[in-house]
């Protein structure tokens, strides 16, 4: 079974030939939108505190390191989102220009969003955001642009220069907001 409690995914296991360790592997993660997700995780093995009255005698706590591949739809875990957050685009000189825009898709490649700002292929914005720890300015690069019939425009953007500590941070964050919505659905079945 796979848990998700705060910012960390717990796994629990029904078998009783288990040892305290840690170690990295290959985990596969299955969800309804995304198809099967491959992993590489470092899993923490521990006793479950709450056995015997759990089922489950062993947890480990599951950290995911890197996506190795999607069997099933886009190449990259990604989650729908409504986040309204604020950005800054780079005008001309020093100038900036700050407005609001809606993150409708996350991953840890980039982001589509949505807002009335006018922006072109190839410009840069920039917004904050707390992924995990630490709060985080993130750069971004416009890719492809969409406009609608209501005043607003979608945007494809893929994230800059992110570090591989910001990488998995987004990447993490990503898969949390899967495992809620998962969550959330079963709540409602």
Known sequence: DVELQGEEIFLYFKGYKFQDSRFVSEIDFYDK???MIVTLSEV???RNPAFPDS???WMGVCDVKEVLRVVQRQNDVRVSVAMELPFVKKGEGDEEV???GIIRNLSAGGIFMETREALKEDD???FRYRFDKMDR???LVVVWVKTNDRGTY???LRFLRMSSGEESEV???VFRLIFEHARKRKKDE
């Open 33 to 35: 939108q995304q198809g």
């Open 44 to 46: 923490v093995m521990k």
């Open 55 to 57: 089922p489950y005698p």
């Open 98 to 100: 700050h407005f609001f």
């Open 124 to 126: 840069i914005v920039h």
């Open 137 to 139: 300015e993130l750069k």
């Open 154 to 156: 979608g945007y494809g």
């Open 171 to 173: 990447r993490n964050h």
